[in-house]
């Protein structure tokens, strides 16, 4: 079974910065993807960024981008110019075919003024 | 388009009772999910429909059963309701032509369930 993990409960990072979440996943796939969900305090789940796993450019979405290692089996989401709307729950998540969403933990991200 | 919409958003039962939660997805999406969201499991996976049948389904008890209309809307149905059931209930849609799995899965707002 698939499993994804983010290590990082909880960041904190300053209004304007740059700030960095990890998430690593397990699969024996060679075909899947991968997304970054953000769900603020209002709890709607809001899709980030997705990567196809057979694409090697990082996809980037604005202000957000990835750093996929397929090898390495990791998914990091950087986020550039942080902004106060940026504090959220941040779940990277992971999906092969039909099968379902499979997600992490999550990490708890505050931007501070 | 009109994205993901779940009705009631918040909803206060009993044990023991029943409830139903709704789903409608974005227009033209076919492949409906559910999952639920507690503070201590995580975000947990309940079941799929897509054209009117169970795809997919998750770890759940009997008491957890789901439905989807020729419409694509989908209904899941919890019976004899115990404390535990108290979660965030999100459902999410995907485009899925033909069978096939459109990866990319759009969640509605979310329907929040107190069981006293």
């Known amino acids: 079974a698939q499993t994804v993990t983010q290590s990082q409960p909880e960041m904190s990072v300053q209004e304007a910065e740059t700030v960095t979440l990890s998430c690593t996943y397990d699969?024996?796939?060679?075909?899947?993807?991968l997304f970054w969900y953000k769900q603020p305090p209002s709890r709607q789940m809001i899709l980030v960024i997705r990567?196809?796993?057979?694409?090697?450019q990082n996809a980037t979405e604005n202000r957000f981008s990835v750093n996929f290692q397929k090898a390495a089996k990791s998914f990091s989401l950087k986020i550039s110019d942080s902004q106060l709307g940026d504090t959220a729950m941040y779940f990277c998540?992971?999906?092969?075919?039909?099968?379902?969403?499979?997600f992490g933990k999550g990490t708890r991200l505050s931007v501070i003024a | 388009k009109a994205g993901v919409t779940q009705t009631p958003r918040y909803l206060i039962k009993t044990r023991g009772q029943q409830v139903t939660l709704s789903c409608s997805p974005i227009?033209?999406?076919?492949?409906v999910s559910w999952y639920q969201q507690t503070p201590g499991q995580g975000l947990q996976f309940l079941f799929e429909?897509?054209?009117?049948?169970?795809?997919n389904k998750g770890n759940f008890p009997g008491r957890f059963s789901g439905r989807q209309f020729s419409n694509s809307r989908s209904e899941m149905n919890v019976s004899t309701l115990e404390l535990g059931d108290s979660a965030l209930y999100l459902c999410?849609?995907?485009?899925?032509?033909?069978?096939?799995?459109?990866?990319?899965?759009?969640f509605g707002p979310g329907t929040r369930l107190l069981v006293l």
């Open positions: 999410a849609s995907s485009f899925s032509p033909g069978g096939r799995s459109q990866e990319t899965q759009y």
């Open positions: 990567q196809e796993a057979y694409k090697q």
């Open positions: 227009s033209g999406h076919r492949s």
């Open positions: 998540a992971f999906r092969r075919g039909n099968t379902p969403l499979v």
């Open positions: 699969t024996s796939e060679n075909n899947y993807y």
């Open positions: 429909y897509f054209s009117e049948t169970q795809r």
